[in-house]
C-alpha cells in the first residue's frame, strides 16, 4: 500500500495535544479530516472533466494515519458494478475478480488510493493547513463547552491576560484541568475600582458559555452579578455554609449610572435559630468577615440588614443606615408604600443620586416613597392608609387561616393512617 509521507507526525500530535490541551485522538481526528479535505482539493484539482462535486461526494473516502511510519493513506470504499459509471465510487467485477473471484456485484471493497507525493500538491497542502487549524478549534470550543457548561453561575479565579478594545480577556481554569481557558470580562461585567494590570488575579462568576462558532473566548465571566457578593458571603461567613444562616435577597449597583456614587450592595439575611444574629455572624468580630469580602470588591460598600416577613419592618431594615420613623403600606395590592423620617435622616434615606432607595427597593420589591414626616399630609393620607392597612391585615389572615388549615389536614392524615402491626 502507498502512503504519503508526513516527517515529524507523531512530534505534531503531541506538541498540539499539549499546547491546546486536547486528547491526542481529538488531535488525530480532526488531522485525518483536515487531510480528507485536502485530498477533496487534489481530486477536485484533477477532474478532468472540472465538473461540481456534491457534497457527499466524498462520503466513501476516508484517511487513515500511521503513526509509526508517520505519514498516511487514502482508502475508498466502492461498490463491485458490472459497467463502471463513476470511477470514484464504483469498480468493475472483473477487475475485482483478477484478485479475488469470488467478488460478486453489489459488494464493496476498500481501495488504497492514495496519490503519489509530489501529486498531492501545494494547493492540497494549504487547505489541509487551513482546515486543520479550524478543526482544532472546533475541538476546543467543545472541550470548553462540556468542562464549563455545568459551571455558569460559579465563581472561579482568573488571571489578566490582555486587553481587547474595552474588554478584559483572562485566564481561567475550571479546576478540572490544569491549563487555563480565555474568558472575557466584558466593560459592563467591571467593577470602576478594579485595576485591571497584567498577572493581576481575580475571583469573577462564569455568567455565560456561549454557544456556536463565534471568533473569541466563549467565557463570558462577570465582576458586577450578585452571585459573586453571594459566593463571598458563602465562602467567608461558616454559617452560611452550614445553612443556619441564609441569604434571602441581594441588589446590587456594581456600576452606578454617575461617577459621582460608588458601587453599593445591601443583602438581606435571616435564621430559624432564637440564638444567632445573622446580621453580626456576616460582619464578624470587628467587621473581620465582611472587610473580606469588601476588600475582594476593591472597597465596595455593603449594608447588611435583617430580613423579616413583615414588609413594614423589612422596608425599615432596607433604608439601613437611616432612621425609619414610620412605615405606611398604602397600596399593598401595587406595593407601594410612603416611608416616614424625620428632616435630617431624609438625605441619608434617599441616599446619594438616589441609590440608598432604589437598592432597598430592588431589594424589597415595593415602591418606596420617602416623605419628610414634618411635611407630610395626614389628613390627606389617612383615610386611604386606613383602608389598605385594613385590606392588607385581612389579606394576610387569609393565607394565615390557609396555612392553617393545610397543616392541620396533614396532621389529620398522619393520625388516620394506619399503623403497621
Not at 209 to 225: A, E, N
Amino acid at each position: 500500500m502507498s502512503m504519503v509521507s508526513l516527517p515529524g507526525l507523531k512530534d505534531l500530535i503531541e506538541s498540539i495535544s499539549r499546547d491546546r490541551n486536547l486528547p491526542r485522538l481529538a488531535v488525530q481526528s480532526s488531522l485525518r479530516e483536515a487531510l480528507l479535505k485536502g485530498y477533496e482539493r487534489y481530486r477536485r484539482a484533477q477532474s478532468m472533466d472540472k465538473r461540481n462535486f456534491e457534497e457527499d461526494y466524498f462520503n466513501n473516502f476516508e484517511v487513515e494515519l500511521d503513526i509509526d511510519e508517520e505519514g498516511f493513506r487514502v482508502l475508498a470504499t466502492k461498490t463491485i458494478v458490472e459497467e463502471v459509471s463513476d470511477p470514484d465510487h464504483q469498480i468493475s467485477l472483473k477487475e475485482v475478480q483478477e484478485v479475488a473471484e469470488e467478488a460478486q456485484l453489489g459488494s464493496e471493497v476498500i481501495l488504497d488510493v492514495t496519490p503519489e507525493q509530489k501529486e498531492f500538491g501545494r494547493m492540497a497542502a494549504m487547505q489541509t493547513k487551513q482546515v486543520l487549524a479550524q478543526k482544532l478549534r472546533d475541538q476546543q470550543r467543545q472541550m470548553i463547552q462540556e468542562e464549563f457548561q455545568d459551571l455558569e453561575g460559579t465563581v472561579l479565579q482568573a488571571r489578566v491576560l490582555r486587553f481587547e478594545r474595552q474588554s478584559v480577556i483572562m485566564a481561567v481554569t475550571s479546576g478540572f484541568s490544569q491549563p487555563e481557558v480565555e474568558a472575557e470580562l466584558p466593560k459592563r461585567e467591571q467593577l470602576p475600582n478594579d485595576n485591571y494590570r497584567a498577572n493581576a488575579t481575580f475571583k469573577v462568576l462564569l455568567k455565560k458559555v456561549c454557544q456556536g462558532q463565534q471568533r473569541g473566548p466563549q467565557l463570558i465571566v462577570s465582576r458586577s452579578d450578585a452571585g459573586l457578593v453571594v459566593y463571598l458571603f458563602a465562602n467567608e461567613v461558616p454559617e452560611i455554609e452550614d445553612e443556619i444562616v441564609r441569604i434571602v435577597a441581594v441588589a446590587r449597583e456594581a456600576n452606578p449610572p454617575s461617577r459621582y456614587v460608588g458601587p453599593r450592595t445591601k443583602i438581606a439575611v435571616d435564621t430559624l435559630e432564637r440564638d444567632v444574629d445573622p446580621v453580626g455572624a456576616c460582619i464578624g468580630a470587628r467587621g473581620s468577615r465582611i472587610q473580606v469580602v469588601v476588600n475582594e470588591l476593591r472597597g465596595e460598600k455593603i449594608d447588611v440588614i435583617r430580613w423579616s416577613p413583615d414588609p413594614a419592618t423589612y422596608i425599615a431594615n432596607a433604608l439601613s443606615p437611616a432612621r425609619i420613623d414610620e412605615v405606611r403600606l398604602m397600596e399593598p395590592e401595587s406595593r407601594q408604600t410612603h416611608v416616614l423620617v424625620a428632616e435630617d435622616q431624609l438625605s441619608l434615606a434617599i441616599g446619594k443620586e438616589g441609590q440608598n432607595v432604589r437598592l432597598a427597593a430592588r431589594l424589597t420589591g415595593w415602591k418606596i416613597d420617602i416623605k419628610d414626616r414634618a411635611k407630610y399630609d395626614y389628613d390627606a393620607e389617612d383615610s386611604r392608609f386606613k383602608v389598605s392597612a385594613a385590606q392588607y391585615q385581612a389579606q394576610q389572615a387569609a393565607i394565615e387561616a390557609d396555612s392553617n388549615f393545610f397543616e392541620e389536614d396533614e396532621a389529620s392524615e398522619q393520625v388516620l393512617e394506619p399503623t403497621d402491626v
